[in-house]
């Protein structure tokens, strides 16, 4: 008889909804990306998170290898450098054995007018909102192909949708 009080608890179970896939998420040091990573682990992904902060990125997946062992992995990535992400996806793609998924989730926004917004966080939001996606997409193809079936998702914020005084630089998104 196993007294309920001693009894050694276990890992969670890992559901199956997406095992085997090979999810490379961008932007996965904290909030959306993060919350993406440790979900589809529990679903049955391997997972690599990527961030410009490798330890958010680090960090995040230490969490989910304590629930799951061996299914995340974490890269450093700077989604504005061409030469960052094939080292990263190259990485990735060693780790988990391919990539099938790629969800492109890094981004960020300004505050300000069209008065008060700098040319330089112009050039940043639309150097990681919009090139980074291209760039990423671009240099993930190769491992998606070998990965089929595969899917590229694109995260995006209401606020490139809504006309809004105060952030001209999603607005143009």
């Known amino acids: 008889m196993v007294d309920e009080n001693t009894e050694k608890k276990s890992a969670p179970a890992r559901g199956n909804r997406v095992a085997g896939k090979k999810v490379f998420i961008t932007g996965a040091g904290q909030g959306l990306g993060a919350t993406f990573a440790k979900m ?20 995040q997946a230490g969490k989910i290898n304590r629930k799951y062992p061996g299914a995340a992995h974490a890269v450093a990535l700077d989604v504005t450098q061409e030469a960052q992400w094939k080292d990263a996806l190259r990485d990735a793609e060693t780790k988990m054995g391919g990539i099938s998924v790629l969800i492109n989730n890094a981004g960020i926004g300004t505050w300000g ?3 008060t917004e700098t040319s330089e966080g112009w050039k940043k939001v639309h150097d990681i909102n919009l090139n980074g996606v291209f760039m990423g997409t671009q240099a993930a193809m190769p491992y998606l192909k070998m990965s089929q079936p595969a899917s590229i998702i694109t995260i995006s914020s209401i606020a490139s949708m809504l006309a ?3 952030s001209p630089a999603l607005d143009e998104l």
């Not at 529990?42 to 490798?54: F, I, M, P, R, Y």
């Open 40 to 59: 589809l682990a529990a679903e049955g992904a391997s997972v690599t998170l990527s961030d410009v902060t490798a330890e958010a990125a680090e960090a």
């Open 113 to 115: 007018n069209i008065e």
């Open 164 to 166: 809004d005084a105060n």
